[in-house]
């Protein structure tokens, strides 16, 4: 399967102009290719493919006055930059057709220097590499230092480089692992376990282990607050607005990537510890038009339970995402009577037919196991995976690499 792994790259001075040149080349390009599917749609003609729209738009616009400075940047950049425009009319007719899983798709739309995130994706084609020194050396913009955090487990087929809002720089290798040596870095276990979802616990699982919510948004909003006051009081255009706007940025950033490290080692810790795991499968965008949205984008519930998708493909453990519509909260998971909805006060209950305490979130718990079918595997009876698609988008997860610097 192919994960991503992302690194902190420090670019110079020099490097940055660089950089920023190669943006600003690849988001014209990306515009004129809207601009020029739009032009023909709106003049009843056939739509363009992709081979004619990087011969009039890169190629031949290279050899004009107005666009002879796309030379200065490497063509593999300016071309993943038409792909990606192709990629998003895809994504746009099949959402028309009905074809597309998910929300519906808009149209293609014009990029902004000002966007909040800048990216530029070099392939193999581009011929970059990672130095002896560690650095990665770049066409046409240099060899960027590198912050390696861990070590790539295979040679990477590509690296995207991208800005973020709060001007750091980073650098997302996409690579190919063997499935089989992944999993056998994580021998089978017999252990399984069902996990509840909420606000005052991030998580409570059948074992009945609770897990705190750490409620990251919650203890930034004071200095977050702050921030935005002192944003919004600056004056528009100016120097200082431009700093009180990083400043506000890298504390959103720095609320995002404590939630992320939450979630990765949360999840690995459950995906290296149980065969099966079962979850419930929530509506987070019907939560997160109630009074609760904050402390619901807070817990970030989507991003958690994505990472365990691709954790269990990549490992070859089971995850078994039960309906949304299952009664776990009001079922007696001793006895399985159906006792009635409770308020979420009532955080204890004692079943009417057989007398049993219950914890409210452990109860819950045990019968998302019990409903995924995990409950019988307790016993030591294996838990084989399913098929279970990957999530690609995924930052990969902290591993067990082979050689330092294997590309």
């Not at 994706?121 to 060899?143: H, Q, V």
Request: aromatic residues 6%; glycine residues 6%.
């Amino acid at each position: 399967m192919q994960l991503r792994y992302a690194f902190r790259v420090y670019p110079d001075a020099g490097q940055r102009i660089a950089l920023a040149r190669a943006f600003g080349c690849a988001r014209v390009v990306f515009n004129d290719a809207v601009r020029a599917r739009e032009d023909a749609r709106k003049a009843g003609r056939p739509f363009q493919t992709a081979a004619v729209l990087s011969r009039t738009l890169i190629t031949e616009a290279k050899r004009t006055v107005e666009r002879s400075w796309l030379g200065e940047v490497s063509a593999v950049v300016l071309q993943q930059s038409l792909r990606d425009a192709e990629t998003a009319y895809r994504n746009f007719f099949a959402s028309l057709k009905g074809t597309r899983k998910g929300p519906k798709v808009r149209a293609p739309r014009f990029k902004s220097r000002k966007d909040a995130r800048q990216s530029i994706r070099f392939t193999a084609n581009a011929r970059w590499n990672i130095t002896d020194s560690g650095r990665l050396c770049l066409p046409k913009i240099g060899a960027v230092k590198v912050k390696w955090s861990r070590t790539l487990p295979t040679i990477p087929t590509s690296v995207t480089v991208i800005k973020d809002a709060a001007g750091r720089y980073f650098a997302s290798f996409v690579v190919d692992t063997d499935s089989a040596v992944d999993r056998a870095r994580m021998p089978e276990t017999d252990h399984t376990v069902g996990i509840d979802f909420g606000l005052t616990h991030f998580a409570v699982l059948s074992d009945g282990t609770k897990i705190d919510s750490p409620r990251f948004l919650r203890r930034a909003e004071k200095k977050l607050k702050k921030a935005q006051r002192e944003l919004s009081r600056k004056q528009k255009g100016s120097k200082n607005r431009a700093k009180a706007r990083l400043k506000v940025a890298r504390a959103h950033a720095k609320v995002a990537d404590t939630r992320r490290e939450f979630h990765h080692q949360l999840s690995t810790k459950l995906i290296s510890e149980n065969q099966g795991i079962a979850v419930e499968d929530l509506s987070v965008a019907g939560l997160a038009r109630t009074r609760l949205a904050k402390s619901v984008h807070d817990a970030g519930w989507s991003t958690f339970v994505g990472m365990l998708k691709y954790k269990a493909e990549r490992y070859g453990r089971a995850l078994v995402t039960i309906g949304r519509f299952e009664s776990t909260s009001q079922t007696c998971s001793t006895c399985g009577v159906k006792d009635g909805p409770k308020p979420l006060n009532v955080r204890e209950w004692t079943c009417t037919a057989c007398g049993t305490v219950h914890d409210r979130d452990h109860n819950a718990a045990l019968n998302v196991k019990q409903a995924a079918g995990l409950a019988a595997s307790a016993c030591g009876a294996p838990v084989r995976p399913g098929a279970i698609p990957a999530q690609r988008e995924e930052t990969g997860s902290h591993g067990l690499p082979t050689d330092a610097r294997a590309a």
